[in-house]
């Protein structure tokens, strides 16, 4: 299929726009991390300047904590002694010695 006087000129009328636009779609990926980034920055500034909730204090002291948190805390303290235990099951190391060491001293030098 050839290519007619009349199709080179609307396509060369429309190549400027073909450059714009797709000049377009290659910065979108940058403009939405630049807008990410501005957003996170937002975000952690406004955390570091607000007063954060204290947690809520029974009557002796203690911090209350969901179920939620109670349920982690106790699986940690459950693997934690799971590997203090297999730990303790090794059988200890055998130190071997020389019997004679420290009986004889070598003053010839």
Same mark, same amino acid.
């Given at each position: 299929?050839?290519?007619?006087?009349? %199709?080179?000129?609307?396509?060369?009328? !429309?190549?400027?726009? *073909?450059?714009?636009?797709?000049? &377009? &779609?290659?910065? *979108?990926? &940058?403009?939405?991390?630049?807008?990410?980034?501005?957003?996170? *920055?937002?975000?952690? %500034?406004?955390? %570091?300047?607000?007063? +954060?909730q204290a947690s809520e204090v029974d009557q002796k002291g203690i911090a209350r904590l969901d179920p939620e948190e109670k349920r982690r805390r106790e699986r940690?303290?459950?693997?934690? !002694?799971?590997?203090?235990?297999?730990?303790? +099951?090794?059988?200890?190391?055998? *130190?071997?010695? %020389?019997?004679?060491?420290?009986?004889?001293?070598?003053?010839?030098?």
């Amino acid at each position: 299929m050839a290519i007619q006087p009349l %199709d080179l000129q609307v396509l060369f009328s !429309r190549l400027e726009q *073909v450059g714009k636009e797709q000049s &377009a &779609a290659k910065e *979108v990926h &940058a403009q939405q991390q630049l807008q990410q980034a501005g957003e996170l *920055v937002k975000r952690t %500034d406004q955390q %570091d300047h607000s007063v +954060n909730q204290a947690s809520e204090v029974d009557q002796k002291g203690i911090a209350r904590l969901d179920p939620e948190e109670k349920r982690r805390r106790e699986r940690r303290k459950e693997k934690r !002694r799971q590997t203090e235990g297999e730990g303790q +099951n090794l059988t200890p190391l055998e *130190v071997v010695q %020389d019997p004679a060491l420290g009986k004889k001293i070598d003053i010839s030098g």
